[in-house]
């Protein structure tokens, strides 16, 4: 592979962080251009990215870092949230540094730059940042970013020289990253119970966005409700409102009876009991085909001792094989023992909502291509079908703030032509001076 062409590309850095991203140091290497570019793609964008909208809207307000001071304790659950995953992250950074284990450092870093910060906490907190007053909420949000993205500037240095470089000395105004102090993790920083709520939260919202996938929902449209068990009402449920809005779901729903929803049957996996059960095999698959709900919550948690013909098993989750079936109108998922559903009907007035949030989305695409700041104010005109027409009608209101227009009129001189789902759609803006 010839080096120069691909660190111009890629940069040097990403080929530095390739390296031992795919395997330890020590053993041998084929180098795959897929590898870079997915690194490329999983850890400088994201980080890139995080650190453009930080300064981009630190700019806008014109924000002095020093006075933004909140105490931990008093930032919001998110804040505190991301500041214990970063310290528990810069522990196990530090022990894999300290173990000369670089393909566990660089991959601790990337799922956290990934997930935690880029796809959780910024995407989360955009709202914040977008705030007109500079209150104590907009001054954390400003705050957390800032101490996070300085922290993993010194953490990635050894790694990443170049891109830690330009961030940290952008961020401080020192001279270099290379003459600060390497971080060190504050324990007392760290809180279990708030990381073990927000990860379950943010683990239900990746099956119910899963089956929404499944059913073929797009993700602007809204749909009713999404149903978590009650078990995890008590932890979670004073997210409530988060669940709405990752989701774009009107209602959240707790219950201990997902026979309302679902059916779930169980068969031997032979793969696994055929050496176990023996000729007790039959009678373990009647067993299974009227397994109460006490015996099947049992079974999931792997604590379920049966039975059969005066002998004892012990049964595990890999001696079955589970299937779901959705009652109509529903669509379910159970994964590591954890249940999701979603109300699949649609009537008019959740598909008009949809159509509308997708004119919000193609309209702001619009704006940003016609090189439209992120302030201006806007005049637009549209043509359109019926379906759409009543959609614009009914969420107009809706749709004029998110664009940021004045005006919002039908008219035969639309010009730019848009897909709005299965409608046609003809779309002009003209920015208000």
Not at 45 to 52: A, H, M, R, S, V
Not at 359 to 364: A, D, E
Not at 370 to 396: C, H, L, P, Q, T
Request: glycine share 4%; with cysteine; aromatic share 12%.
């Amino acid at each position: 592979v010839e080096p120069f062409s691909t660190m111009k590309e890629y940069g040097a850095d990403t080929v530095r962080f390739y390296l031992p991203y795919v395997s330890p140091v020590w053993v041998p290497l084929k180098f795959d251009i897929n590898g870079l570019k997915e690194v490329h793609s999983k850890f400088f964008n994201p980080l890139k990215n995080t650190y453009n909208f930080f300064s981009m809207y630190a700019n806008i307000d014109d924000i002095n870092i020093s006075e933004c001071n909140i105490p931990l304790e008093k930032r919001e659950d998110i804040d505190r949230w991301l500041i214990s995953k970063y310290n528990k992250l810069l522990k196990y950074v530090t022990d894999a540094y300290n173990e000369y284990d670089l393909n566990k450092v660089v991959h601790l870093i990337q799922d956290f730059v990934c997930d935690d910060l880029s796809n959780w906490y910024i995407r989360r907190n955009r709202r914040r940042f977008w705030g007109s007053e500079l209150d104590n909420s907009k001054k954390a949000v400003y705050k957390t970013t800032y101490e996070i993205l300085v922290g993993l500037c010194k953490m990635i240095c050894p790694i990443a020289p170049f891109i830690s470089e330009e961030i940290y000395t952008k961020l401080t105004g020192e001279e270099s990253v290379n003459l600060s102090d390497y971080p060190v993790c504050d324990e007392s920083m760290i809180n279990e119970s708030l990381e073990e709520k927000m990860d379950l939260v943010i683990e239900l919202i990746s099956y119910a966005r899963n089956i929404r996938e499944e059913a073929k929902i797009k993700v602007r449209q809204p749909i009713s409700e999404v149903i978590f068990e009650e078990k995890y009402k008590e932890k979670i449920g004073e997210f409530e409102s988060l669940f709405k809005e990752e989701l774009n779901v009107k209602n959240v729903n707790w219950t201990n009876d997902l026979s309302k929803y679902l059916t779930v049957t169980y068969k031997p996996n032979f793969k696994e009991v055929g050496k176990v059960f023996g000729s007790d095999i039959k009678a373990f698959g009647e067993y299974l085909s009227n397994i109460t709900e006490d015996d099947s919550k049992k079974l999931e948690s792997g604590e379920l001792t049966i039975k059969l013909n005066d002998k004892e098993y012990e049964v595990t989750p890999n001696y079955v094989i589970k299937t779901i079936n959705s009652k109509d109108g529903y669509k379910a998922v159970m994964l590591n023992y954890k249940t999701v559903i979603i109300n699949t009907t649609l009537d008019k007035d959740l598909i008009n909502e949809g159509i509308a949030r997708e004119i919000v989305s193609k309209v702001q695409n619009l704006r940003k291509t016609s090189g439209f700041d992120i302030a201006d104010r806007i005049d637009m005109i549209y043509n359109a079908s019926k379906e759409v027409v009543d959609a614009v009608n009914e969420f107009k209101e809706y749709i004029m703030d998110e664009i940021l227009a004045l005006t919002l009129e039908e008219s035969d001189k639309a010009e730019t032509e848009f897909k709005i789902n299965d409608y046609d759609m003809k779309v002009s803006i003209k920015q208000v001076k």
